[in-house]
């Protein structure tokens, strides 16, 4: 069983629904948790970074953990054929060691 | 602005080649990383480094070895490539300390082992 699981899509949305992208961990000693988008041919990028549960917002992005439950989401409001892209979860245990990654969900949203 | 720059975006390689991918970075950053990534399988670490010298293997490091000579320079080392390291593989890196600090990334090099 891989560490930190997510559905690879693709995900296809109409312009301006409401997407939300998920992962689940087995690993109860994950701290920090991050969202990271990859467009085609191009490396990750940070979008998002939590830390313990809870909610954190950015405009349009909203990012959630369920520590309890070992789940986390990534929403995003009014999407845009500009969000299409592959989004990756990542989660680490303690601040200086490497991430560990979900395989990442491609997301295309249609004009 | 980080920049993190993977010195060839395509390379091909014949099965046995020594291969060296290389990686400079511009912002002082202590850890370096090795990433590869596969369809269905996503980033996964091969090795990190936390200081020039210093070294720590990943997920994945048979097959691989790694240098830092210089804090700035990463190299990801193929002794004798094979069809199965035909890749994405991705350097990264970031600051010792600070906890919301990102993971900065190159833009890959995509190696085909034929």
């Known amino acids: 069983q891989k560490e930190v699981e997510q559905d690879p899509g693709p995900l296809s949305v109409p312009e301006g629904a409401i997407v939300s992208l998920n992962c689940t961990y087995s690993n109860s000693a994950f701290q920090y948790f991050m969202w990271y988008r990859q467009y085609s041919r191009k490396g990750p990028e940070l979008l998002m970074y939590t830390y313990s549960s809870g909610n954190k917002e950015d405009g349009r992005f909203t990012a959630q953990v369920d520590k309890s439950s070992k789940y986390i989401s990534l929403f995003i409001r009014d999407s845009q054929p500009s969000d299409s892209a592959t989004y990756l979860c990542?989660?680490?245990?303690?601040?200086?060691?490497?991430?560990?990654f979900g395989s990442g969900t491609r997301l295309q949203v249609q004009p | 602005d980080v920049k993190v720059t993977q010195s060839s975006r395509y390379l091909v390689k014949r099965t046995g080649e020594k291969v060296f991918l290389e990686c400079v970075q511009d912002?002082?950053?202590?850890?370096m990383f090795w990433y590869r990534q596969d369809p269905g399988l996503g980033l996964r670490l091969i090795y990190f480094s936390y200081d020039v010298k210093m070294k720590e293997k990943g997920d994945i490091p048979e097959g691989y070895s790694v240098s830092r000579e210089k804090k700035e320079r990463f190299s990801l080392i193929l002794e004798s490539a094979s069809t199965n390291q035909t890749s994405m593989y991705l350097c990264a890196s970031r600051p010792r300390t600070g906890a919301s600090r990102p993971l900065h990334f190159g833009n890959g090099t995509r190696l085909t082992v034929t």
């Open positions: 912002m002082d950053h202590e850890n």
């Open positions: 990542a989660m680490i245990v303690f601040i200086g060691r490497a991430l560990t």
